[in-house]
Nanobody, 121 residues
Framework: QVQLVESGGGLVQPGGSLRLSCAAS????????MGWSRQAPGKERELVAR???????NLADSVKGRFTISRDNAKNTVYLQMNSLKPEDTAVYYC???????????????WGQGTQVTVSS
């Protein structure tokens, strides 16, 4: 069993910053990639950022220059540093991870419970 535990959401004013954290625990042989998606009310879930174990990172065009994704592989943790936040960044942010549970298994995608980020004055 794998668990992803997120933290760091909250209420922030436009232009402010937040840092989200997500720690993976449980039956983990290796983590292929970790990332963040978000879902605003009435909208589909969208990929925000992704970081592979090889160090490749991808960011959605809407957050480039404002958000940074990073990983601490020793702690099985991924971070999302969000700067210059805008009201349109308001959403529930979900951590996800592609994980191999054992040495011979294929990878599966796991999701956290989500953390609310609200950008409002």
């Amino acid at each position: 069993q794998v668990q992803l535990v997120e933290s760091g959401g909250g209420l922030v004013q436009p232009g402010g910053s937040l840092r989200l954290s997500c720690a993976a625990s449980g039956s983990i042989f290796s983590i292929v990639a970790m990332g963040w998606s978000r879902q605003a009310p009435g909208k589909e879930r969208e990929l925000v950022a992704r970081a592979t174990s090889g160090g490749t990172t991808n960011l959605a065009d809407s957050v480039k220059g404002r958000f940074t994704i990073s990983r601490d592989n020793a702690k099985n943790t991924v971070y999302l540093q969000m700067n210059s936040l805008k009201p349109e960044d308001t959403a529930v942010y979900y951590c996800n991870a592609d994980i191999r549970a054992t040495i011979g298994s294929t990878w599966s995608t796991y999701w956290g419970q989500g953390t609310q980020v609200t950008v409002s004055s």
